[in-house]
Structure formats: C-alpha cells, structure tokens
C-alpha cells in the first residue's frame, strides 16, 4: 500500500499534504483552532510521518488520554491522516467532529491544488500543441512542392506523437487512388507500389468518410475486410498497409478531399489515446491546407507554361498560313483565320502551279491543343507536296491520307479535309472532301443555296481510303464559302449554336 501511495504522489505531486503548509493561512488557521479547541493536532502524510504538529501535549499518569485519526483521502487515494488528541476536556464524538472539519479543510486544499496542477498541465499540453501546430504552419508557409509538404508534416507528427510507423497518402485524381507521398519505417517497395481506393482498408475508409478514426482492435472494424489479417489484429495489414492500433485522419480543405495520414507502433508501447487522434487532426488539417496551396500553385504554374508553349504553337502556326491570296482575274479570293482558344488545328492553303490551275485546301486536325497545332504542321506540309504532284483532288487527299496515317494513328488524331482545283479559264471546279463541313454554294443568279458533298472518309481513320471526285461549274456572281465547323458550331452567350444553315443563310444574303 506504502509503496503503491508513494508512487503516485511520485507521479502527481500535488497530492503531497506537505505542500500545503507552505500556505501561512493555512498553517495559521490550524494554529487558531487547536489552541482555541486546546487539543494537540498532528497532519500525517501518506508514509505516516508527520508533516505539521500543532498544540501541547498533555501529560501525566492521572490524565486519560483521547485520540481520534480521520483519514484525508482525495478520489480514493490516501493522502495522510489527522489525528487529534485531548485529556478529558473534550468528549470522543466531539473529538471526532473536529477532526473530521480539519480533515475536510485539508482534503478541499488538496483537492483544490490537484485541479490547479491538471489546468496548469492541460494549459501546458495546449501550449505544446499551439506551438507546434505554429511552427508547423511556419515551416510549411514557403513550401510549394506537395511531396515536401507531405514530408515535413510527417516528420512534425511523428515526432509529436513518438511512432515509428507512418504515411501520408494523397488522392491522384488520373488514376483515382490514394498513393504515398511520405512514409517513415515503410519498406520502399510498399511505398513505390501501395495504391488504395477510396473505401478500401482503414485508409480509404477514412478518406471516403471524411471523419478520423482511431483503430485498436481489427475486430471492430466493419469495414475491414477480415480474410486479409490475422486473429491478434497486431499484424493486420490491410489495403493501406499499417498495422493496428493505428490513428488515421483525413486531410480536406472544405469539401475537397485530398488524402490522408496514418500513424502506427507508438515507442513507448502504450495505445493511443483520444488526445493523440485530436492532435493528428489538428496537423492533418494544416498540412491539408498547405497542399492544398501547393496544388493550386502547382496548377498555375503549369497552367502558364502551358499558355507560353500555346502563345509560341500559335504564332507559329500563324507563320505558316498564306501571307496573301492569289490574283486571279474575275476571281475574288479571301480567308479569314480565328483561333478561338490560343491554339488549334485549323488550316487553309493555296496552291498555284504553272498552267495558273488554282488548288485550295481548308482542314481541321481533332483538338485544341498543342497535339493538334503539331499535326497541322505535318499535314500542311505533306498536302503541298500532293499538291505539287497530283491535279486530281481525290488523290490529293488519298496520298496524304496514306502518308500521315500511322502518325494520326498514333496521336489518337484525324483530320477533316477538304480539297478543291479550279481552272480560272472554264471555271471549271473539282472537289474532293474528308469529312469535312459541306461548303456552301450561292447561286449568283438565282439565291439558290446547295452543298458541295461528295463521299469521303476522315483522313486517319484507315490506311487506304478511296475519296470521289465531283466537279461543278461556276458562274458569274456565284459564292463558294468553306470553313471549318467553329464558325458553325460557335455559340451565342445563351449557349445556342449558330448553325451550318444559319451560315449558309448569312452568306446567301451577303
């Protein structure tokens, strides 16, 4: 009993009586009531040695001697004693009463400076975690680089918590797992190749619920699936790889969920308690923040790379249209170009050889993006050099398709085409198209609007592919319009389409 009191006044000192005389007031209040009741009073700590010995001591063979002992007990552990003693002047009961009030005082005194010392201990912990939840904000406010950020925030809680087992597991939203951005004490091959989905093991259970967890016994979870561990649940490996007991708490920024920590194997042996699962929260809510920064930064920083390298596809592409149109006499020739994003994969181009036969050619590479923009380049050069060798527009578009197949094929890319020759002196005009938008045809005399189809496959689709050819006869006044479908397919600010009829209307009345 000695031994087991010892220690834990060891441990919680406060509960020491002799603490409490250090108190002039109270040793001053003891003083007045023993000589007013004029009875010797002895405080007795938990040994049994007497801490405060108050009165005098009566003596003499004739004088009976009476002695009360009340126990000073604060939530069930024994603190000391109060022993009072007295000749004949005061009755047993009396005696007792007494005792017990200075027991009662020096129990509330006591009670009262372990309450201090468990605030004065809590304000110390909450300082603690104050401080490092502080220095960790610190540490992480300069550090845009979400693998860093993940390292950092590991290395604070693992130290703050003493484990020796660890992970912070980010969300990748391509392939729609969580995977490990920092570990401690993991094998780098569980590290290279763990990827857990959302619900899966205690990990993507916490990630999908959104809510921390703490695990002690295997057993208790539900959502676990149990043919993968073993009884004890000390080795249980679930699909997050960690044993348990285990923390777990997820790292979100309102209600974008973006992974989560895991602690296991605390050093020291002991299970976690609540106050770790709310401290892990509390560094897991930093961290979230911070990576949650470091993505939005990361996604600009790409974002303007990628509109330096659309700014240079552009201006290159743009170099690579015509810098003017052909004089032809009795023709008028125009071309209007607008990207409607930075860059895209529409080409026109004009081609005249030396009999003054005119080809013309308007495509539309799959895309906008810098995929398309290079494309383009390819093909703009490949249907020249057709150009140079066929008169036929059919096999201007078949050649071509034959070259560049394997590397639209490649690229997930097709083009759409449309290819015309017109001879200024029978205005005569042959066309071939792949599956581009049917140009518009006016009429001059009439208004009459037709459009020019003929049979024909995208380019990119299949290696060898036959097109037709169709030819037409233009007349005074009449209007050939060919464009790509983001003239047709643009839309109003109410999200209307302006239409290929509706154009084709525009450039009857025109």
């Known amino acids: 009993m000695a031994s087991s009191a010892t220690s834990r006044v060891n441990q919680r000192p406060e509960l020491r009586l002799a603490r409490l005389f250090g108190n002039s007031d109270l040793s001053g209040t003891l003083t007045s009531l023993a000589q007013g009741l004029g009875v010797q009073l002895k405080v007795l700590d938990h040994e049994d040695k007497p801490v405060l010995a108050l009165g005098r001591e009566t003596s003499g063979k004739n004088t009976p001697q009476q002695v009360v002992r009340v126990p000073v007990e604060v939530m069930d552990f024994r603190a000391g004693l109060v022993e009072l003693s007295d000749g004949v002047l005061h009755g047993a009961d009396e005696l007792e009463r007494f005792a017990e009030a200075v027991a009662g005082i020096l129990r509330e005194r006591l009670y009262l400076e372990y309450e201090i010392a468990n605030i004065a201990d809590e304000l110390g912990e909450k300082y603690e975690e104050i401080n490092l939840l502080y220095q960790l904000s610190e540490s992480l406010g300069a550090v845009f680089d979400p693998q860093k950020v993940c390292q950092i925030a590991l ?52 990630f999908e619920n959104g809510e921390p967890l703490l695990v002690e016994d295997v057993d208790s979870c539900a959502f676990v699936d149990r043919a993968q561990g073993d009884n004890d649940g000390r080795d249980y490996e679930t699909g997050s790889f960690v044993s348990v007991p285990m923390l777990c708490s997820p790292m979100r920024v309102k209600d974008e969920r973006l992974g989560v920590m895991n602690l296991a194997d605390k050093v020291d042996g002991k299970p976690f308690t609540s106050g770790d699962l709310k401290l892990l929260t509390a560094i897991a809510s930093v961290t979230a923040i911070s990576l949650y920064n470091s993505f939005l930064v990361q996604e600009v920083r790409e974002n303007e790379r990628l509109r330096k390298e659309l700014e240079i596809a552009n201006t ?80 201007i578009l078949h050649g071509t398709n034959s070259l560049i197949y394997e590397d639209l094929e490649g690229g997930q890319l097709f083009v759409s085409a449309f290819c015309a020759r017109l001879d200024p002196g ?58 790509t479908d983001g003239a047709s397919e643009a839309r109003s600010p109410s999200g209307e389409q302006f239409s290929e009829e509706r154009l084709a209307e525009i450039v009857a009345a025109h």
């Not at 539309?364 to 150009?387: K, P, Q």
Request: with cysteine; hydrophobic share 45%.
């Open 155 to 206: 290395r604070e809680a693992v130290q703050a918590l003493r484990v020796r087992r660890a992970s912070v597991m980010v969300y990748d939203k391509k392939v729609g797992k969580l995977r490990i951005f920092a570990a401690v004490g993991i094998p780098e091959e569980v590290v290279q190749e763990v990827e857990v989905a959302p619900g899966e093991g205690i990990s993507g259970y916490v």
């Open 316 to 395: 290159i592409q743009t170099s690579l249209l015509p810098k003017r149109v052909p004089q032809i006499p009795g023709l008028d020739l125009a071309a209007v170009y607008r990207v409607a994003k930075k860059v895209g994969g529409d080409y026109y181009d004009f081609y005249t050889d030396e009999t003054q036969l005119l080809s013309l050619v308007v495509a539309d590479v799959s895309g906008h993006n810098i995929g398309a923009a290079l494309m383009m380049v390819e093909a703009r050069s490949v249907i020249r050099s057709e150009m140079s060798r066929w008169r036929d527009p059919a096999e």
């Open 426 to 483: 029978s205005w005569l005009m042959e066309y071939a198209n792949a599956g581009h938008c049917q140009p518009v045809w006016v009429d001059g005399k009439s208004g009459e609007i037709r459009r020019l189809d003929a049979d024909g496959m995208l380019l990119g689709i299949w290696p060898e592919v036959a097109f037709e050819k169709r030819t037409i006869e233009l007349k005074e006044g009449d209007v050939v319009f060919i464009f």
